[in-house]
């Protein structure tokens, strides 16, 4: 599996951001997607998931009502928008993908495929 992720940049606190996350290869197994975040010296934190069976979206509570997930079924692709950007949400956002379900959804350790990242800067 390749995931090929797209958006991110820099913009002011309240803007809108959207990030893109094109999965490829063999994916017709896809248990989940999501994006997980990380900065300097700080481990890599959940941020949004999707379960691909179900469509069922989870949210970290630091972006619950300001991210939303949609699902692209003819691309293949997870979109995640950003809206009422805050400085605390800069960072490395990486995309992910799954086949297991075994494990939380929200667990990093679950996911085997990642995306290069893409940086997203919020300044005051």
């Known amino acids: 599996v390749q995931l090929a992720e797209s958006g991110g940049g820099s913009v002011q606190a309240g803007a809108s951001l959207t990030l893109s996350c094109t999965a490829s290869?063999?994916?017709?197994?896809?248990?989940?997607m999501g994006w997980f975040r990380q900065t300097p010296g700080k481990e890599r934190e959940f941020v949004a998931a999707?379960?691909?069976?179900?469509?069922?979206?989870y949210y970290a509570d630091s972006v619950k009502d300001r991210f939303t997930l949609s699902r692209d079924n003819t691309k293949n692709t997870l979109v995640l928008q950003m809206d009422s950007l805050k400085p605390e949400d800069t960072a490395i956002y990486y995309c992910?993908?799954?086949?297991?379900?075994?494990?939380?959804?929200?667990?990093?350790?679950?996911?085997?495929?990642w995306g290069q990242g893409t940086q997203v800067t919020v300044s005051e």
């Open positions: 999707m379960n691909w069976i179900n469509e069922n979206t």
């Open positions: 992910a993908h799954r086949f297991e379900g075994t494990h939380p959804i929200r667990s990093p350790e679950s996911y085997r495929y």
């Open positions: 290869g063999r994916t017709l197994s896809t248990f989940a």
